[in-house]
């Protein structure tokens, strides 16, 4: 009796057992969503090794992250899996997953396209997944690397019509609960009506006043408080700023920090001449909610009258559209 006990109690959980070169001591956090709602579950490295346990019924997608944000791998976790991965924090496309079929898979998908991930080349990714898809259909891989890894702007239809091709089977609500949210929102009318004036939080418990009508090209960056995010993105703006007078080129930052205490710490080594304000609630904040933001970074550059110019993740090409614009 004791021995089938212990059975049973081993089926209804999963494990993750890791090996992460070169992250000391840093915390390892999984984030799953099982019975009904979000789930984190959070261990020491020692030496860079970890094991966590987490249950769901279902099979469910999996982020693993590290203490400062840094993501490590994606998953497909339920009950009875017994997970094991490699990594280095040095290359962390180059993983190695196993104890779990489609995590593995992922994995794989993630070393072979590599080079596209580290240049963030969204044609080349999506054509990857598209033939991933096309070739996986009844496979929850398929599922979780176009969730994840799918570059939706300017890529709307063909997300949509790389959704249908999955089986129903394996679309578990677990896997795409936000995937079709956020389609849609880049879908809707809201993605291109013109940027209205708004009010945000700034330094200071001051208020910050947004109205694209004040000068020639404004851009709207939301941005986590990870220095690591913040410091691929803050040159950019510095350099754009010594660019253009202020009535021709304004940057307004959003931060999504937690609250007011991180994002004031995440702002002080800035010394930033524009606005940088603070969105309570991340992109849920009822001023920004309804500009479908769908990841961070991103970038919306919008001219005198508010109309969308640009929406995306990358700086390069906002810049590239802001310097067009004003030449």
Same mark, same amino acid.
């Given at each position: 009796?004791?021995?089938?006990?212990?059975?049973?109690?081993?089926?209804?959980?999963?494990?993750?057992?890791?090996?992460?070169?070169?992250?000391?001591?840093?915390?390892?956090?999984?984030?799953?969503?099982?019975?009904?709602?979000?789930?984190?579950?959070?261990?020491?490295?020692?030496?860079?090794?970890?094991?966590?346990?987490?249950?769901?019924? !279902?099979?469910?997608?999996?982020?693993? +992250? @590290?203490?400062?944000?840094?993501?490590?791998? #994606?998953? &497909? %976790?339920? /009950?009875?899996?017994?997970?094991?991965?490699?990594?280095?924090?040095?290359?962390?496309?180059?993983?190695?997953?196993?104890?779990?079929?489609?995590?593995?898979?992922?994995?794989?998908?993630?070393?072979?396209?590599?080079?596209?991930?580290?240049?963030?080349?969204?044609?080349?990714?999506?054509?990857?997944?598209?033939?991933?898809?096309?070739?996986?259909?009844?496979?929850?891989?398929?599922?979780?690397?176009?969730?994840?890894?799918?570059?939706?702007?300017?890529?709307? !239809?063909?997300?949509?019509?790389?959704? +249908? @091709?999955?089986?129903?089977?394996?679309?578990? #609500?677990? &896997? %795409?609960? /936000?995937?079709?949210?956020?389609?849609?929102?880049?879908?809707?009318?809201?993605?291109?009506?013109?940027?209205?004036?708004?009010?945000?939080?700034?330094?200071?418990?001051?208020?910050?006043?947004?109205?694209?009508?004040?000068?020639?090209?404004?851009?709207?960056?939301?941005?986590?408080?990870?220095?690591?995010?913040?410091?691929?993105?803050?040159?950019?703006?510095?350099?754009?700023?010594?660019?253009?007078?202020?009535?021709?080129?304004?940057?307004?930052?959003?931060?999504?920090?937690?609250?007011?205490?991180?994002?004031?710490?995440?702002?002080?080594?800035?010394?930033?001449?524009?606005?940088?304000?603070?969105?309570?609630?991340?992109?849920?904040?009822?001023?920004?909610?309804?500009?479908?933001?769908?990841?961070?970074?991103?970038?919306?550059?919008?001219?005198?009258?508010?109309?969308?110019?640009?929406?995306?993740?990358?700086?390069?090409?906002?810049?590239?559209?802001?310097?067009?614009?004003?030449?």
């Amino acid at each position: 009796m004791a021995a089938l006990l212990t059975g049973c109690g081993k089926s209804e959980k999963f494990s993750i057992r890791g090996e992460i070169t070169g992250i000391g001591s840093q915390t390892v956090t999984v984030t799953y969503y099982a019975n009904g709602g979000l789930q984190r579950l959070s261990a020491p490295a020692e030496a860079g090794a970890f094991r966590l346990q987490g249950i769901s019924a !279902q099979p469910t997608l999996a982020s693993v +992250t @590290l203490s400062d944000g840094t993501p490590i791998a #994606t998953l &497909v %976790v339920k /009950n009875g899996d017994k997970i094991k991965l490699r990594a280095n924090i040095d290359d962390p496309l180059a993983l190695d997953v196993s104890g779990s079929s489609p995590s593995s898979k992922i994995a794989e998908w993630m070393r072979d396209n590599a080079p596209a991930l580290h240049t963030r080349d969204a044609e080349a990714i999506n054509r990857s997944i598209a033939e991933f898809v096309t070739a996986n259909p009844n496979n929850i891989a398929a599922t979780a690397i176009l969730v994840t890894e799918f570059r939706t702007e300017g890529y709307e !239809q063909l997300a949509d019509s790389l959704f +249908t @091709l999955i089986s129903p089977a394996v679309r578990p #609500t677990a &896997v %795409v609960q /936000n995937f079709n949210t956020i389609l849609a929102s880049q879908l809707s009318n809201a993605t291109r009506a013109d940027l209205a004036p708004m009010n945000l939080y700034g330094r200071g418990d001051s208020m910050v006043r947004y109205n694209p009508r004040n000068q020639s090209v404004s851009m709207l960056y939301f941005i986590s408080d990870r220095r690591a995010a913040r410091d691929s993105v803050i040159p950019r703006i510095r350099h754009l700023t010594s660019l253009y007078p202020h009535r021709r080129f304004r940057p307004v930052e959003i931060s999504t920090a937690p609250d007011s205490a991180a994002w004031t710490r995440s702002i002080q080594p800035d010394s930033a001449t524009w606005s940088q304000t603070w969105a309570p609630g991340s992109v849920a904040f009822t001023a920004v909610q309804k500009l479908a933001v769908p990841r961070l970074p991103f970038f919306i550059v919008a001219d005198s009258t508010g109309s969308q110019l640009y929406r995306g993740s990358s700086v390069s090409q906002a810049e590239a559209v802001i310097t067009d614009r004003l030449k």
